[in-house]
Each structure stands twice: as C-alpha cells, then as structure tokens.
C-alpha cells in the first residue's frame, strides 16, 4: 500500500458552483443535452424507479467533452497559440481533439503503445495529432508533460483541474433540473473528476441528495483513499473497465469526493461485463464497462435503492468491439441462451448428421461446429467436435441434453455457469 502526501490545493483551484453554472451556459448548443431515460425492466427488478443519464449518446461518446471544452475555453490567448497536449487511452483524448477542432486550437494527443487501433483513429479522426508511447498510462503522462515543455504546450489534465471538474458537474445539474425527486446518483469513479462535478452540483442543489461511486474491484484507489483518509494507490490486477483504470484520484477530486460523496463501493469485471449485456440486450443501450459499471453496483446490492429514484450515469459508449464481442457470447452461456457440447464421436459417416438432426429436433439453432482430429485426448479413429447451439433458456438447455444423449455417444457440456469472470480464464466443465 503506497501512501501519497501532498500539499493541499489553494481555494483558487477548487471549482464553486458558480463554475457549474458558467460551464452549462458556456456549453449549450456544443455538445448533446443527453435525456433521463426511464428503464421499466430495472425499476422492476429492483424495486426502485431507474433512470439512466445517457453519456454513451455525448459527443465522442462520452462525457469528457464537457470537460475539455470548458477548460479549453479557460485560456488566454496566448495560451490557445501555444497549443495543448493531453495523455489519454480513450475517451479523455477524444474530447480533447474534439474541443481543439472546434476551438481551432492545435492539440497533441499521447496514448500508451498498447491503445486499442480504433480508439487511435478515433481520435485522429477528431483531428489530433497522436503519437504512441509508454507501456501504460504513467509512462505515456510523464512523456506527454515532458514533451510538453519543449513544444510549449498546455497540458490538459484528465480529471485533476477546476475546470475539467465544472464541465463534468454539468451534469449534475441536469439531472436535478429534469428529476428533482432525485434520491439517489450512482457514478462510476477513475480519478475522480466526473463524481466531484456531480456530487457538488446534486448536494449544492439538493442536500438530500445522496451520491456514490463506483470503481472496480482491481483498481479501486479513490476508494481506498477515502478509507484511509489520504491518497493511496491500490491496483490488485487488470481490468475490463479501462475507462476508470486510474492509479490514483486527483489532490482535488479526493478532497471533493469526501466532502461531497456519501460512499464509493467496487464490482467485479464479471458485473460489469453481465451489466454491459443487459443493457444492451433489454435496453438497446451500448456502453463501455465502466460505463456499465452502475448497474454492477445495483446487480451486486452494494447500494441500497429500494423504493427511490435511482440515476445511473451511463458516463461512456466506446466499447472495444472485440471485448465486447466475448463479453456477449459469455454472458449468453451464463443465461442459458448459448450452449457448447463437446462429442468424442467414431470418424464415421452419418455420425455428425445424426448428432446435428437431434439438436435440431430438440429446437436448438447450431451457431458454430468445431472439428478437431488432432486433439491429443482423441482416440484414433475418432473426431472431437463441439457444437455451440443458441438455446432459450435451462429448460431447454435440459432438452436439448436429454434428446442427444438418446444418440448413445457421450458428451461434456462445456457451460460458464458461475461467473463470466472466470470463463474469462478458462471454461468449466461438467459430465453429461
């Protein structure tokens, strides 16, 4: 555990509720007035009424665009010649290109070496120049500020600054203007620049008001921080939420969060992956992990909502589509929707037409068929073959079972049915 002492900021640097109120006005008419929207299927499961705050529907698919145009929107003149840079992974350096576009100020932007190739064209597309480097986000910052310096450019920090802050707390103004009744606001939490703004617009606004925050398990230093009554850096391993994969809160955003948050709690990978599949299964909402990461905390009862008006900030959209491609297909196994059996079956013809004809009498649909004549557990003169059959549930999943055993060949049924987590790892396996 590594403890980080620091000079407290001055009052200079601490946003005020009047900078909230500036940041709206200043942003009307430049970025989405993303809506409430109501979730009948959440509220029911729940026991509350959900409402979700759609970031994912923002400009450049997050929230970070209010930021970085309200800060972007601070500096003189001499400061917008000069030009800025910022470090980022993803949604940070997509709104900062954005604001350089519209604000025709130059913009640099530098992103670790292993940034995902969408994301980088992304924020080229923007406009940015981008150059890669460092093996992770703390080799990339101290680049980005060294090569700052020699190129005489501003830098853009990504959550730690007064004006950042008002940007992101414009959100919570609309959310007490459009639900007064607000009881609860549920947000994700990285370096803590999108619950501070928030926090102290919903408690200024309405002091009943009652906000928490939401970090994976993996990286979880805000909330550990609070815990410890200072700065604390706590990674225990990766995580699917790259969005909120923040080492350490910022001076200011710690010092807001404790003052203004009534909770910061963690979720697991595995809730947040389930969580983005729900949403985008009953919802038709797309959204990154982090994202997803507020309906986590309601999927695993870290937060006590029953019977009140419940806001969850979808705070982002820019999902790695091949993450979220395993991310469907793991959690279809979990609720029963997708199934793999696997056969050990004599290499004869007629073997797999009558394995293929009782999967489909049993009303299963064959999505993949595998053949491996080479597995090392293969007998000679047998194939190994796993099927993958889109099912509509456990019932039919035990149907479906119960007609190919009546084949005579045995199978495994190869089935993730404790955590999408662990079929991250590796899948488990039982005897049919």
Excluded at 32 to 39: F, G, K
Aim: with cysteine.
């Amino acid at each position: 555990m590594n403890y980080i002492y620091y000079k407290l900021p001055s009052m200079e640097e601490f946003p005020t509720l009047g900078d909230i109120e500036k940041a709206a006005q200043f942003l009307r008419g430049k970025i989405n007035r993303t809506i409430l929207d109501y979730s009948a299927t959440l509220s029911e499961q729940f026991g509350c009424n959900v409402y979700m705050k759609l970031e994912n529907l923002q400009k450049t698919g997050s929230f970070k665009s209010r930021g970085a145009l309200f800060k972007m929107n601070s500096l003189t003149v001499e400061e917008r010649k000069r030009g800025v840079i910022a470090v980022s992974a993803g949604n940070h350096a997509q709104g900062v290109a954005y604001a350089g576009t519209l604000m025709n100020i130059s913009t640099k932007i530098i992103m670790p070496e292993n940034t995902t190739p969408a994301k980088i064209n992304a924020v080229i597309r923007y406009g940015a120049v981008v150059e890669l480097k460092g093996k992770d986000y703390s080799e990339a910052r101290e680049y980005a500020i060294d090569i700052g310096k020699k190129e005489n450019r501003v830098f853009i920090e990504g959550f730690n600054d007064r004006w950042i802050i008002a940007g992101q707390g414009t959100i919570g103004l609309e959310i007490m203007n459009d639900l007064p009744e607000t009881d609860v606001i549920v947000v994700p939490v990285g370096g803590g620049g999108l619950i501070s703004g928030i926090a102290m617009a919903a408690k200024e606004t309405k002091k009943s008001v009652k906000v928490f925050g939401v970090q994976s398990e993996m990286i979880d230093s805000m909330k550990e921080s609070i815990n410890q009554g200072k700065i604390v850096s706590r990674v225990k391993g990766e995580t699917i939420a790259d969005g909120i994969a923040i080492k350490l809160p910022g001076q200011i955003t710690f010092e807001l969060t404790k003052k203004y948050v009534d909770q910061v709690v963690s979720v697991s990978d595995e809730s947040m992956a389930y969580a983005l599949f729900r949403l985008l299964e009953r919802n038709k909402l797309l959204v990154e992990p982090s994202g997803a990461s507020t309906l986590a905390a309601l999927i695993e009862h870290k937060i006590e909502v029953k019977g009140k008006n419940v806001v969850l900030v979808l705070s982002g959209g820019n999902a790695n589509l091949l993450l979220l491609s395993k991310i469907i297909y793991k959690s279809m196994e979990r609720e029963y929707q997708l199934v793999r059996i696997e056969f050990n079956i004599p290499d004869k013809p007629g073997t797999l037409y009558r394995i293929a004809q009782a999967i489909s009498e049993s009303g299963g649909n064959i999505y993949h068929a595998e053949v491996d004549n080479l597995h090392e557990e293969t007998p000679v003169g047998y194939q190994t073959v796993i099927f993958t059959v889109n099912v509509r549930g456990r019932e039919h999943a035990e149907r479906l079972y119960k007609k190919v055993a009546e084949t005579g060949y045995r199978f495994t049924v190869k089935e993730d049915s404790t955590s999408i987590g662990e079929a991250f790892r590796g899948d488990s396996e039982k005897t049919k």
